[in-house]
């Protein structure tokens, strides 16, 4: 579209009830201030995949201090609904931190590994707490978290919340790392992979920490 230079600032407001996005910033040359908001989407798990908040088409900006939460999609297709969602601009950056992310479906989502700033945030009962193409570059705040292939959050690019969101993206032959955290969820497996919880590699007898507990 055509670059527009502008500032635009949205701050301390409560967004609730949109239907596809509840902030959304799109247009090139905008510099987005989005700070101490709480966006909330509560219409229905098979209407569309929201997205919390938008920034794309080369916009860039701040998105700081935000509280989102409720973005699920659960409808036909295959679509995701995001809490943050965040498209690398061609020039600029997006700062992304210091939000409280609970109950999204992928809560953080970034579309490439260039074109951020990305600070610690704190996630809690998402499906997917962070896609960061490359590898995840914060040390965030996460209740609990499954891993592919690695025991170090900061070692991937998914962060997971569930378990069964991580079984789903996962390929035959894969390990996954649950942490100490009763994960509320009914688990099914349809292929070879390994899961292991906190303590696997201490024997039953051993000095164990705190466990990983599935209760369906």
Same mark, same amino acid.
């Given at each position: 579209g055509t670059t527009l230079a502008q500032n635009v600032t949205i701050n301390n407001s409560i967004i609730d009830d949109y239907q596809k996005g509840g902030i959304v910033m799109k247009q090139p040359g905008t510099v987005a201030t989005i700070t101490g908001n709480t966006v909330t989407w509560s219409a229905g798990l098979h209407?569309?995949?929201p997205?919390?908040?938008?920034?794309?088409?080369?916009?860039?900006?701040? @998105?700081?201090? $935000?509280?989102? +939460?409720? !973005?699920?999609?659960?409808?036909p297709g295959n679509w995701t609904a995001a809490g943050i969602l965040l498209f690398s601009p061609s020039s600029g950056t997006i700062t992304v931190g210091n939000n409280n992310l609970h109950g999204n479906e992928t809560s953080l989502?970034?579309?490439?590994?260039?074109?951020?700033? @990305?600070?610690? $945030?704190?996630? +809690?009962? !998402?499906y997917l707490h962070i896609y960061q193409p490359g590898n995840v570059t914060a040390t965030n705040i996460y209740d609990k978290y499954v891993l592919n292939g690695t025991t170090d959050p900061l070692a991937t690019e998914s962060v997971f919340g569930q378990i069964q969101?991580?079984?789903?993206?996962?390929?035959?032959?894969?390990?996954?790392?649950? +942490?100490?955290?009763?994960?509320?969820?009914?688990?099914?497996?349809?292929?070879?992979?390994?899961?292991?919880?906190?303590?696997?590699?201490?024997?039953?007898?051993?000095?164990?920490?705190?466990?990983?507990?599935?209760?369906?």
């Open positions: 209407i569309t995949a997205n919390g908040i938008q920034v794309s088409n080369d916009a860039t900006g701040f @998105v700081t201090g $935000n509280n989102v +939460s409720g !973005n699920i999609y659960d409808g989502y970034l579309t490439a590994e260039t074109g951020y700033i @990305v600070n610690p $945030n704190t996630f +809690s009962n !998402n969101c991580a079984v789903n993206w996962s390929d035959p032959g894969n390990t996954l790392y649950a +942490s100490a955290h009763t994960f509320t969820e009914n688990v099914e497996v349809g292929q070879p992979i390994i899961i292991n919880g906190a303590n696997y590699l201490v024997p039953c007898s051993g000095s164990r920490g705190a466990e990983t507990v599935i209760e369906g």
